[in-house]
């Protein structure tokens, strides 16, 4: 699982019973994590900086796996390299964001080359939504990458009014993509 964070989005119970072995792969792995992890033999925690693709030792890791889930993961890799340049008063390359997304997607269909399944869940849009229904603006959150036509896409409400603004709610697009190695591209 790339990009487990809190595992707000991963069905832990549900993986640790179906699958023999669950890696849980991220940069970070809060406190939260770390616990829910502990109550599974199976499950072992994969502290790996992965925003510059796929590379290095753990990329082998991944080798044996049945699945690979990269969850919600693709338009966060941008953030903390961007909002870094930020902090330093300099602007992010203008290509930082879109080269991050693509060695993500390449690493992808590397990995599809390697184990039995890929699947891909990333949130492609973000919408600000007013109380009358119309979008009044909008994010691309995978900074002009074009990912394949999704299998599956569904909208969610990250801020929902009152939460991000009186006035208005977020909303991002998802887009799924079950098995990455059947995805016309």
């Known amino acids: 699982?790339?990009?487990?964070?809190?595992?707000?989005d991963v069905p832990l119970d549900d993986l640790a019973r179906l699958f023999d072995r669950i890696g849980l792969v991220d940069a970070?792995?809060?406190?939260?994590?770390?616990?829910a992890a502990r109550r599974y033999p199976n499950v072992a925690l994969v502290t790996a900086e992965i925003s510059a693709g796929l590379a290095g030792s753990w990329a082998d890791l991944c080798t044996g796996a049945d699945l690979i889930v990269s969850a919600n993961l693709l338009s966060q890799l941008p953030i903390v390299p961007i909002e870094a340049h930020?902090?330093?008063?300099?602007?992010?390359?203008?290509l930082l964001g879109a080269h991050l997304v693509e060695t993500h997607l390449k690493a992808l269909d590397?990995?599809?080359?390697?184990?039995?399944?890929?699947?891909?869940?990333?949130?492609?849009?973000?919408?600000?939504?007013?109380?009358?229904?119309?979008?009044?603006?909008?994010l691309d959150m995978l900074f002009g990458s074009e990912l394949p036509p999704a299998e599956a896409a569904w909208d969610?409400?990250?801020?929902?009014?009152?939460?991000?603004?009186?006035?208005h709610r977020l909303i991002h697009r998802v887009q799924a993509?079950?098995?990455?190695k059947t995805v016309p591209r």
């Open 28 to 35: 970070v792995h809060p406190w939260p994590a770390r616990i």
């Open 1 to 8: 699982m790339l990009g487990s964070g809190l595992l707000d």
């Open 110 to 138: 590397t990995l599809a080359g390697r184990v039995e399944r890929v699947c891909l869940i990333t949130d492609a849009v973000q919408r600000a939504e007013d109380r009358s229904g119309r979008f009044t603006d909008s």
């Open 86 to 94: 930020e902090a330093r008063g300099r602007a992010a390359p203008p």
């Open 177 to 180: 993509c079950p098995d990455w």
């Open 156 to 167: 969610w409400e990250l801020g929902p009014f009152g939460a991000s603004g009186r006035r």
